[in-house]
């Protein structure tokens, strides 16, 4: 068989892209009708087709970005904020300090006189303005603990801003300024947008002298959940550059809707490595909405401890499959005890939508109204259960959720000793409250509190739980000293720590 020339081939690969990059045009309605005569030059049987070059096709994609980023640039905003901090003396300056990572400190300590004195730590962030009046979408840790946030237009004028709500469960947050008729960009759909679309980020990356700064990529995938950013997760994947200041920018697609609001990276250097997470519209119109109705976030709240299924669960239990979520406790006086729940039940299913982890379950109980029914899939002791669960309001206060631990304001985080935690600290104990994270800085911190600790005793009363934890340091007074009896390793010990002002 002869093989067909090359300079055939090549033309034919080259007129299949063109005509596929024609198709993607002009589904984006860029490209214009031409007339195109036959050409036996019978001009009475002039057709109407779509005939452009390659460069043509480049150059309408190339414009429809630019007319993108003309359209919402000018409502991307550039925040600066200040706050005061107390520092110890002797700290030299450290190369990750404008990057707001702290864990590096102890590497940069230089001997010097001991004790805390205050310094201004100013941030930088981006934010969208949604509404014409002023309105303004960034994340919550852009703002949090700030004394004096300030807002810069395009044009440059600067206003002061005020917090009208924040919520650090989703770490959003929204902004005012006194300001009239501004450029503003409306919500999209984020259930409708896909992966592999098109999308252009906008913000103010490393300084603010880079604002303004839009970069393009596509969404990589949809509904990331478990990446540890916030409690509730559904994050937007893109390959967009996003770098530190991009935080509360805009991720927008082709029609110039915001689809999501830039959070974070993952990164191993601390700069871009194509690996960006948006909050999804969707879930910000919720929030927003909340925030700016009632003042606070209503979440749905079930009543259970819960926990993935791993293999080992999956083996043990002689399961089928290893996805759903095991349910460890269920809370007295909760929904989920008046729906009938049990302890070993292993959720499924939320209205019909699958279940295949801890955070899954979590967001979407959370993003479900109060008093809502919602249809539960369970497996229970090899048998499918439909249950049916009308939900209470979470306590913005409790722990007491659908996750398997909790918070402080000493700065530590803690959850039940389960499987899991015993697997990844490697844990003797059989119950506690086991550390999870420590936030650098904090009064845990200083007091010597590590991830992988089990606090077993809060002033000489045993703990066999994240939530009895909790309640404990609710209830102790500001200013009163507390005595935590901890397992590290091997070992135990004592440590004394004044609690803060409540």
Do not use: C
């Amino acid at each position: 068989m002869k093989q067909p020339k090359k300079s055939n081939s090549r033309w034919q690969l080259l007129l299949g892209g063109a005509i596929a990059g024609l198709l993607f045009a002009a589904g984006l309605g860029l490209v214009p009708e031409i007339n195109a005569e036959p050409r036996n030059g019978d001009k009475s049987e002039k057709t109407n087709v779509q005939e452009l070059s390659s460069l043509q096709i480049a150059q309408g994609l190339s414009d429809a970005f630019a007319e993108v980023a003309e359209r919402v640039n000018p409502a991307v905003v550039t925040i600066f904020t200040e706050a005061e901090v107390k520092r110890m003396r002797g700290l030299s300056g450290s190369p990750f300090e404008f990057f707001g990572d702290k864990r590096f400190e102890r590497f940069f300590w230089q001997q010097g006189p001991r004790g805390e004195e205050p310094q201004k730590q100013q941030g930088l962030g981006s934010g969208v303005i949604i509404e014409a009046d002023g309105i303004i979408l960034t994340n919550h840790h852009v703002i949090k603990g700030a004394d004096e946030i300030k807002v810069r237009l395009i044009d440059g004028q600067e206003y002061e801003a005020t917090v009208k709500g924040s919520d650090p469960q989703t770490d959003l947050a929204v902004l005012s300024i006194d300001a009239k008729s501004l450029p503003y960009v409306t919500l999209g759909n984020s259930d409708q947008a896909r992966v592999g679309e098109w999308v252009l980020a906008i913000g103010s990356p490393l300084n603010a002298n880079l604002n303004h700064t839009v970069t393009n990529g596509i969404i990589s995938a949809k509904g990331r959940n478990a990446v540890g950013i916030s409690r509730y997760e559904d994050f937007i994947q893109t390959d967009a550059a996003i770098n530190p200041g991009n935080s509360g920018g805009a991720l927008v697609n082709l029609k110039g809707e915001l689809i999501g609001i830039n959070t974070a990276i993952a990164t191993r250097t601390g700069g871009n490595m194509g690996i960006g997470f948006a909050i999804p519209a969707n879930l910000i119109e919720k929030v927003k909405t909340d925030l700016l109705e009632k003042g606070k976030v209503e979440r749905g709240w079930l009543g259970v401890y819960i926990q993935n299924v791993t293999p080992e669960i999956a083996e043990a239990l002689e399961l089928d499959q290893n996805g759903g979520v095991i349910v460890t406790q269920v809370q007295k006086d909760s929904p989920a005890e008046a729906a009938g729940l049990q302890a070993e039940d292993i959720i499924l299913e939320v209205n019909d939508n699958k279940i295949d982890n801890t955070v899954e379950l979590s967001t979407q109980i959370a993003n479900t109204p109060p008093g809502s029914d919602v249809r539960l899939k369970v497996l229970r002791d090899e048998n499918i259960e439909k249950v049916k669960v009308k939900l209470g309001e979470l306590d913005s206060d409790d722990i007491a959720s659908l996750e398997n631990g909790g918070e402080s304001a000493l700065g530590l985080k803690f959850s039940d000793v389960s499987h899991d935690t015993r697997i990844k600290f490697d844990l003797t104990v059989e119950s506690g409250a086991v550390v999870t994270a420590v936030n650098p800085g904090s009064i845990a911190a200083r007091a010597g509190l590590q991830a992988g600790d089990v606090i077993v005793k809060f002033n000489r009363e045993r703990i066999r739980s994240a939530e009895q934890l909790q309640q404990a340091i609710k209830d102790t007074p500001g200013g009163r000293k507390a005595l935590f009896a901890v397992r590290r390793d091997n070992g135990s010990f004592f440590i004394a720590i004044t609690m803060p002002e409540k």
